[in-house]
């Protein structure tokens, strides 16, 4: 069979299993939906201020690098950045990237070797996955949370490994529940491994100044890697990695994915420093939003809808790949702008409506959405 015909007979399987995705149209100044399918968690997109604030500070910037970082892309703006995020963690140093996918498939691969161990939460996100497959290194995932089964682990491969990596998210994507930050330090100390934690979704939103979970719980110095993303809650593009002197050098001179890309343009990293100021006020947004999910799961469990999540991501568990769809589509046709998530994105069996909470959400806006999934879901 050629490759048109794979690819033909792939494209039918998915279809046959509802299982096929497809780039729809953002439909744009839609103001009758509510959408819960954005990771604008503090509604910062949305925040029309912000954008003139910032188009009356920064004019005529490039809207190109037309290089990479180690050519002639490395502008001021990327500088003044990462030293403004390594001032707020406290850290020695901060290396940015294009994106969260650019910077965990490039650096877990250059940190890891062949006589390393990766000890990955079996939940981690997509880009971690491309990641633990482009390393070197041995690589077992344990159960999700099950922090017995990690301390099994790193019990056994203690003496069989230059290094062991533990890796996790903080706020799990698709499930929207947390790590327990404490369980996975003391776990590192005990057994002298390295905590690679991506705060994708912790970002602007845990906090006092919405660092993450890593900031709520008092634990950034005790952390290796710290993976910050600007392309959530903080409405911009790029990621960042929290680190010391040496690792950042050490990435400057052998992480591929920030070698060989053209760096993002000045434009842009300048609306992320921006943003990162912004973000770091809005505490208010901050308890607004965790009090609208707690709110929003409460109403919804008491309805009779089996949903998971603690925090500001919240998934009703639907099952099949068609009864998800056909939800979702229902949902939309009432004003309730969500998405069906499918497998491969999560296990089989486990498709659902994923609902991503932001914080300039009114109060009926609240009852609007729990009257039409009530009434849809049950």
Not at 302 to 327: R, T
Request: net charge positive; proline share 2%.
């Amino acid at each position: 069979m050629n490759l048109y015909s794979k690819i033909k007979a792939k494209l039918s399987e998915l279809k046959e299993a509802d299982a096929f995705r497809f780039l729809k149209q953002k439909q744009e100044n839609d103001s009758s939906s509510i959408n819960l399918a954005t990771n604008d968690y503090l509604a910062i997109a949305q925040n029309q201020e912000f954008l003139n604030e910032f188009h009356k500070q920064q004019t005529n910037l490039p809207l190109t690098a037309s290089s990479s970082r180690l050519l002639s892309g490395n502008h001021k703006y990327y500088t003044e950045l990462e030293q403004k995020l390594s001032l707020l963690y406290n850290s020695e140093s901060a290396l940015f990237f294009n994106s969260g996918y650019h910077l965990n498939i490039g650096v877990l691969p250059s940190i890891t070797k062949k006589n390393d161990l990766i000890l990955a939460d079996k939940l981690v996100h997509a880009s971690l996955i491309e990641a633990i497959k482009l390393s070197s290194a041995k690589t077992i995932r344990y159960k999700h949370l099950d922090y017995k089964q990690l301390e099994l682990l790193l019990s056994k491969y203690k003496n069989d490994y230059e290094n062991i990596f533990i890796v996790s998210e903080s706020i799990f994507s698709m499930d929207g529940d947390k790590v327990d930050l404490q369980k996975l330090v003391q776990l590192k100390q005990k057994y002298n491994a390295y905590l690679y934690l991506d705060e994708a979704h912790a970002v602007g939103v845990c906090g006092t100044k919405g660092l993450g979970i890593s900031e709520q719980e008092n634990l950034i110095s005790k952390i290796d890697f710290i993976v910050g993303t600007m392309g959530k809650a903080l409405s911009s593009i790029g990621a960042y990695l929290i680190c010391t002197n040496d690792i950042k050098s050490y990435l400057i001179n052998n992480c591929r994915s920030l070698i060989y890309t053209t760096a993002l343009p000045p434009i842009n990293i300048a609306w992320s420093s921006f943003v990162l100021d912004k973000s770091i006020t809005l505490e208010k947004e901050r308890i607004t939003l965790n009090n609208i999910s707690k709110t929003l799961k409460t109403k919804l469990h008491k309805a009779g809808i089996k949903i998971v999540g603690d925090s500001h991501i919240l998934a009703i568990i639907v099952g099949g790949n068609l009864e998800c769809l056909n939800l979702a589509k229902r949902l939309s046709e009432n004003g309730i702008t969500v998405q069906a998530i499918r497998p491969p994105t999560v296990p089989l069996g486990t498709s659902r409506i994923r609902i991503s909470l932001h914080s300039n959400l009114s109060q009926s806006e609240i009852e609007k959405i729990v009257t039409i999934i009530t009434k849809y879901a049950n």
